[in-house]
């Protein structure tokens, strides 16, 4: 491993711990040449999940825009980065265990909103709004109903 600060490749490995909820292996490090201290992170490699969009396109995931997708649905909710980070996660747990190369922008936004359904239901109304792409009102109310329904789309007992 190169030493950011001179380039310099010997370093010795200071710590070693668990990150990502055991999926990486955080090392502190320091270089034997300058002493400059930093921090590396190993990771399974796995073939690049490519995301098919609704038009056809395929393009690689992208955690970032996944992650501002749900900050945006949690915006002034109670959720912290951490919890937003576990959430797609599991996420990205369940695809890996599917050993997908490739998923639909639709069924990547139901996996979202089968997480954030159990975490935060304002969250889950508001990115569903958008994936979902309510058109009106009523579409709006519907998915409404069907929560307090229970979203089974069975009818309440009259």
Not at 15 to 37: F, I, L, Q
Not at 60 to 65: A, L, S, T
């Amino acid at each position: 491993m190169k030493c950011p600060a001179c380039s310099h490749d010997e370093d010795r490995v200071l710590d070693s711990r668990p990150a990502r909820e055991g999926e990486a292996v955080r090392r502190r490090r320091e270089c034997a040449k300058c002493g400059e201290r930093f921090t590396t992170y190993e990771y399974v490699e796995r073939n690049p999940l490519l995301v098919v969009k609704r038009d056809g396109r395929r393009e690689p995931y992208d955690r970032g825009k996944l992650i501002a997708g749900i900050e945006l649905a949690c915006r002034k909710r109670p959720a912290s980065r951490a919890d937003i980070e576990k959430l797609v996660l599991a996420v990205e747990t369940g695809l890996a265990e599917e050993s997908c190369s490739e998923v639909t922008s639709q069924e990547l936004g139901e996996r979202v909103l089968g997480q954030l359904r159990s975490f935060d239901l304002v969250a889950y109304v508001r990115f569903a709004s958008v994936y979902r792409q309510f058109d009106s009102p009523a579409r709006f109310i519907e998915e409404l109903s069907s929560l307090v329904r229970g979203g089974d789309g069975a009818r309440p007992e009259e």
